[in-house]
């Protein structure tokens, strides 16, 4: 599992038709030690930058309303490409996306979002996010490509974790026994990541977006998981294989919370830097999910091809 991602270290890619929004975009960066970065103004000039074999970047702010969708087709171009798909892409707007907007970015692979002009502190936020979410993903998915087909035969058994690091080897061994692994991969590491930090060890909507900005999600997630209250709690994962569906059950033992304002993705919380996860998983990776009791046990389904 790596550790909170570094801003230190960043390259980063900004694609904006606007020289001003651009400029400003950059200047969020130059305060930041460390931070380099290429900009581009158009579609076909990002592109023809990350055929750059040599050049590697960790996160791409893009400019979604460029001409004839141009910003969105770039995103989809990343996605599509083996090399380039682990980028995560930060899609800058100038007003709030609507719910279809978000949807389409979130086809095309882009799970974050800037409404400019954005305060500093907000540009900041959402690139710490975006970093460690894609710095997770992305060792999870090389751990899925290490391990492909080991698992694929799994009908029912159940298993415990409990820090970060377990859950994310639990997604993906049972990612492996789904038909499409990496779309199962994305949304099983969601609900046991919210297990672990939302429900046993209490981090709230707002501690979480703070600790994005002072990029310190994961090591304050470990103190928690540290501390002795926490050592014995557990998130709980059945796994079910029926002829119709797969069934996954994770149950943590946290106070559950108000779990349906959670299920579609809300424009009100588009330029947050957390809270998108939950609908992103049933958008992406499963068939149906819901919640049971009060909001500590998720329970989600995938058909099987042709369902």
Same mark, same amino acid.
């Given at each position: 599992? *790596?550790?909170?991602?570094?801003?230190?270290?960043?390259?980063?890619?900004?694609?904006?038709?606007?020289?001003?929004?651009?400029?400003?975009?950059?200047?969020?960066?130059?305060?930041?030690?460390?931070?380099?970065?290429?900009?581009?103004?158009?579609?076909?000039? =990002?592109?023809?930058?990350?055929?750059?074999? =040599?050049?590697?970047?960790?996160?791409? !702010?893009?400019?979604?309303?460029? *001409?004839?969708?141009?910003?969105?087709?770039? #995103?989809?171009?990343?996605? #599509?490409?083996? +090399?380039?798909?682990?980028?995560?892409?930060?899609?800058?707007?100038?007003?709030?996306?609507?719910?279809?907007?978000?949807?389409?970015?979130?086809?095309?692979? #882009?799970?974050?979002?800037?409404?400019?002009?954005?305060?500093?502190?907000?540009?900041?936020?959402?690139?710490?996010?975006?970093?460690?979410?894609?710095?997770?993903?992305?060792?999870?998915?090389?751990?899925? +490509?290490?391990?492909?087909?080991?698992?694929?035969?799994?009908?029912?058994?159940?298993?415990?974790?409990?820090?970060?690091?377990?859950?994310?080897?639990?997604?993906?061994?049972?990612?492996?026994?789904?038909?499409?692994?990496?779309?199962?991969?994305?949304?099983?590491?969601?609900?046991?990541?919210?297990?672990?930090?939302?429900?046993?060890?209490?981090?709230?909507?707002?501690?979480?977006?703070?600790?994005?900005?002072?990029?310190?999600?994961?090591?304050?997630?470990?103190?928690?998981?540290?501390? *002795?209250?926490?050592?014995?709690?557990?998130?709980?994962?059945?796994?079910?294989?029926?002829?119709?569906?797969?069934?996954?059950?994770?149950?943590?033992?946290?106070?559950?919370?108000?779990?349906?304002?959670?299920?579609?993705?809300?424009?009100?919380? =588009?330029?947050?830097?957390?809270?998108?996860?939950?609908?992103? =998983?049933?958008?992406?990776?499963?068939?149906?999910?819901?919640?049971?009791?009060?909001?500590?046990?998720?329970?989600?389904? !995938?058909?099987?091809?042709?369902?």
């Amino acid at each position: 599992m *790596p550790s909170d991602a570094d801003m230190t270290e960043a390259h980063l890619l900004v694609v904006d038709r606007d020289p001003r929004s651009l400029a400003t975009l950059v200047d969020h960066f130059r305060s930041e030690p460390g931070v380099t970065f290429h900009t581009a103004g158009d579609p076909d000039t =990002a592109w023809a930058i990350l055929q750059d074999q =040599a050049e590697h970047f960790d996160l791409m !702010i893009l400019d979604c309303l460029m *001409p004839q969708g141009g910003g969105l087709d770039l #995103a989809r171009r990343i996605r #599509a490409s083996q +090399r380039l798909a682990g980028i995560p892409v930060v899609l800058q707007t100038p007003a709030p996306p609507t719910a279809e907007q978000m949807r389409s970015g979130a086809a095309a692979g #882009a799970y974050h979002y800037l409404t400019m002009p954005a305060q500093h502190d907000a540009v900041l936020s959402i690139v710490h996010a975006a970093l460690a979410k894609s710095s997770f993903r992305n060792a999870l998915r090389r751990q899925l +490509r290490r391990q492909s087909g080991k698992h694929r035969e799994l009908d029912t058994c159940e298993f415990s974790i409990r820090t970060l690091e377990e859950a994310g080897e639990l997604a993906t061994l049972i990612a492996q026994a789904c038909p499409n692994p990496d779309a199962a991969l994305f949304g099983i590491s969601e609900l046991l990541v919210n297990g672990v930090e939302h429900g046993n060890l209490g981090l709230s909507y707002e501690e979480k977006s703070q600790l994005a900005l002072d990029n310190c999600w994961k090591s304050e997630v470990d103190r928690r998981s540290a501390l *002795p209250d926490n050592l014995g709690k557990r998130v709980r994962l059945s796994f079910r294989r029926e002829p119709e569906r797969i069934t996954l059950r994770i149950a943590d033992e946290g106070r559950g919370f108000a779990w349906r304002d959670y299920l579609e993705l809300d424009p009100r919380r =588009a330029c947050d830097p957390n809270g998108r996860g939950i609908a992103l =998983a049933r958008m992406l990776s499963f068939s149906s999910i819901h919640y049971e009791g009060c909001g500590n046990v998720a329970v989600a389904t !995938i058909a099987p091809p042709g369902n």
